[in-house]
């Protein structure tokens, strides 16, 4: 009996030697991490860092946190922030946002709110805190910028991303990514301006993407500390968009040059696109020049099938624009993370 007594009592001593070295390593390294970063001329604040959970968690808050990074201009605020994981399982963590945050980007600041914001996140058992999964989810989130133009919500938002084999023979990072928003309502100036008759519903059923990219290096903390990752290869299975009687889809491979510039074909099935293309024009997205052009060509192509209201288009993209057939509709987006 005083054999298995001495060997709990000397398990448990361990384990708590664990726990603390462990929670004391946790500390310094984040600490050590927002000096880092203030060295290099960020803003990079908090008001309090402590880690509970003893024996089985380490529960990491951290509170009025402050990031800035004077090279993107982009910006975080929020009254806490916190990383939850079991002690025994490290590299598996829950990431638990406030109801309330601030982001700041060059253009605008913008109000982030919600009424719940997590995420599940798997690294890699390594210091580069690769990510191999992760899984967002929000409910009731709203984005508001300051300068009144009013908000974009969703019901509820998912986001998901899994490291998948990588490109063979390019070396290049290889993520599987998936985005789906219920319940999407766009500001109200924009409804205004897009739906002048009040035809079209107030929210938009469903946006949803399914795709995988690949980047010219793998997302890590280096991905914060240095330069974001670049995608070099986009293929879209479907990405889609239902609203009201409206359904747009797409799909496609998209290669993209080290200037962010896309090369490929996008296929777009529309149903009621008159409606769509209307709505796009009001919306500042296409010059009314180009909506004639496009229109005549989709006129063409949408009667040459078996339902005017619905058409299958498409899009080349190349040289900095996109393309129907021979026709120039418009520029290509720059497809670069700042």
């Not at 910028?145 to 998948?164: I, K, M, N, Q, Y």
């Not at 070396?171 to 319940?183: E, I, N, P, V």
């Not at 797409?250 to 008159?274: F, H, K, M, Q």
């Amino acid at each position: 009996m005083r054999i298995l007594l001495a060997i709990v009592i000397t398990l448990a001593a361990a384990w708590a030697g664990y726990w603390f070295i462990g929670s004391a390593a946790m500390r310094s390294g984040l600490a050590e991490w927002f000096d880092a970063r203030r060295a290099e001329g960020w803003v990079a604040e908090y008001g309090d860092l402590s880690v509970q959970g003893f024996p089985n968690r380490f529960d990491t808050t951290l509170t009025e946190l402050e990031l800035a990074d004077p090279t993107s201009g982009l910006g975080w605020q929020a009254p806490f922030f916190q990383v939850l994981t079991l002690s025994y399982t490290p590299n598996h963590l829950i990431a638990v946002w406030p109801k309330e945050q601030q982001l700041r980007t060059p253009l605008h600041s913008y109000a982030l709110n919600n009424q719940d914001m997590r995420a599940s996140l798997v690294l890699a058992p390594s210091t580069a805190l690769a990510p191999q999964r992760i899984t967002l989810t929000a409910k009731g989130i709203a984005l508001t910028p300051d300068d009144g133009s009013g908000a974009l919500s969703a019901a509820t938002l998912r986001l998901a991303g899994e490291r998948t084999e990588d490109a063979i023979g390019t070396g290049h990072a290889r993520y599987h990514l998936g985005l789906a928003a219920d319940g999407v309502a766009l500001p109200a100036p924009i409804m205004a301006q897009i739906d002048t008759a009040g035809a079209l519903p107030r929210v938009i059923d469903t946006v949803m993407t399914d795709a995988t990219v690949d980047f010219d290096v793998p997302w890590d903390r280096s991905a914060l500390e240095e330069a974001r990752p670049q995608p070099t290869r986009i293929t879209i299975k479907n990405a889609q968009i239902r609203w009201g009687a409206m359904t747009l889809a797409a799909s496609g491979v998209l290669a993209v040059d080290l200037g962010g510039r896309p090369d490929g074909t996008l296929t777009l099935t529309a149903r009621n696109w008159r409606q769509m293309l209307d709505a796009a024009t009001r919306a500042g997205a296409l010059t009314p020049d180009m909506a004639d052009t496009t229109e005549r060509a989709l006129s063409v192509m949408s009667n040459m099938g078996q339902d005017p209201k619905s058409l299958e288009v498409p899009l080349r993209l190349a040289g900095g624009r996109i393309w129907i057939g021979p026709l120039p509709i418009g520029p290509a987006p720059i497809l670069r993370l700042r």
